[in-house]
């Protein structure tokens, strides 16, 4: 951390000199009026290459066109994005972090992909009390027991989606089903979650596939769903992975007769490169491409145009994290070193998404519907609302509301 000559850090002298009134006029380095002047530095950690470099950058595309939007300033202060490319590698997240926070001193931290990356990322988030958006990492803890006042997601939880597909396939009259993902903490939780309201609707799991992370080798694991003959797969992979898994799927001969079905990340961010292969695959997500909100139509045309790309669900994440932050920057004029003030007006924010309404629990992890949709024609189609208004269930947060 950068330190000053009192051994206390800058950062945390500025709280103490904005929560000093005018005593803070005597600290040289306190400088609110000038501090204010210049634009507000988000520091965004997320994957440009590597098997989520998709995701990162869909998520970046659509902060930086809201920000396009409104002229380049979120309440009356420029906003300068600082990005650093994680690489969805955890051991390089504390570095990177602290590069951000602590080199080039972000007053917002905006990250990651990868359950890892933000578990790491968020250790600093906390320690250094800097105002933190993860647009995608699911990692459930993150929103339970590890959860903070500065710490918000728009995301979803792991678990959250897992308990989402596990009660919407059991409704759909799956019994036996053999679970296929990732082996890292969102496998695990996306998995975890699964069982628990699959097993509830009367579902078994007949096996559980372990790929490690970033493996895209599917083989023997294709080999293995074939001899068991299970009434469906449920599968959690993203990205560059989940491209290869459906088209694999489709090309080992197995969706006629075991249909594949996901968390929606299998068929989101990948509809050009699973056109034909992933025709009847059936997710379920908080985004389907379809939803009929004018939020969503308007989202999806003005994304078109400036990315020559369709809108997906982490497009619509990055989108959603600047509504969030514009909130918290709008209660406290743009003057982010109120900090509390930001993070009080950013915990009690809703507004309309792309994906539906959109509000936060009270450990700071979006409630929203979750749909069940089914890929067709290059698109996620939304079929129908599986769950409304959707909470996270944990417990373990001690953030008051
Ligand atoms: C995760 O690591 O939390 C994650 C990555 C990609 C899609 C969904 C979740």
């Known amino acids: 951390m950068t330190k000053v000559q009192s051994g206390l850090s800058r950062r945390r002298l500025l709280e103490l000199a904005a929560g000093a009134g005018a005593a803070s006029i005597a600290l040289p380095f306190a400088r609110p009026a ?3 002047a210049g634009p507000i530095k988000v520091g965004v950690m997320l994957p440009y290459t590597g098997t989520y470099a998709q995701l990162g950058e869909a998520i970046t595309n659509a902060m930086e066109l809201y920000v396009k939007q409104k002229g380049g300033t979120l309440a009356s202060r420029a906003i300068q994005f600082v990005k650093v490319d994680d690489e969805s590698e955890p051991p390089k997240a504390p570095a990177l972090a602290s590069k951000l926070v602590q080199g080039e001193k972000v007053d917002i931290l905006i990250g990651s992909v990868h359950s890892g990356v933000a578990l790491a990322m968020s250790k600093i988030a906390r320690e250094e009390n800097v105002t933190t958006i993860i647009p995608n990492a699911g990692a459930t803890q993150l929103t339970r027991s590890l959860c903070a006042k500065n710490i918000f997601r728009t995301s979803f939880t792991n678990t959250q989606v897992g308990l989402a597909t596990g009660r919407t396939m059991a409704e759909a009259g799956l019994k036996k089903v ?49 001899s068991i003959k299970p009434d469906a797969v449920y599968v959690f992979f993203a990205g560059g992975g989940a491209a290869k898994f459906v088209k694999d799927y489709a090309a080992a001969n197995l969706k006629a007769n075991i249909p594949l079905w996901g968390s929606g990340f299998l068929t ?16 379920v997500l908080h985004y389907a491409d379809d939803i009929d909100n004018p939020e969503n139509k308007a989202f999806r045309a003005a994304y078109l145009a400036a990315t020559k790309k369709a809108a997906d669900v982490y497009a619509v994440q990055g989108w959603d994290t600047m509504q969030l932050l514009e909130v918290g920057l709008q209660a406290v004029g743009g003057d982010v070193s109120k900090r509390d003030a930001l993070n009080a007006a950013m915990s009690k924010a809703t507004f309309a998404s792309p994906r539906g309404p959109f509000k936060l629990s009270a450990s700071n992890n979006p409630i929203q519907n979750f749909y069940l949709r089914e890929y067709k024609n290059g698109a996620n189609a939304l079929i129908k609302t599986a769950v409304t208004a959707y909470a996270d269930p944990g417990t373990g947060c001690r953030l008051s509301s």
């Open 178 to 226: 053999v679970t296929c993902a990732w082996k890292y903490a969102a496998g695990d939780e996306f998995v975890a979650g699964f069982a628990e309201t699959f097993a509830l609707g009367g579902g078994q799991i007949v096996k559980s596939i372990d790929v490690p992370f970033p493996n895209v080798e599917f083989q023997s694991a294709l080999a293995e769903i074939a």
């Open 268 to 283: 989101d961010g990948v509809e050009q490169a699973i056109v034909g292969a992933g025709d009847g695959v059936k997710t």
């Open 34 to 36: 000038l501090a204010q």
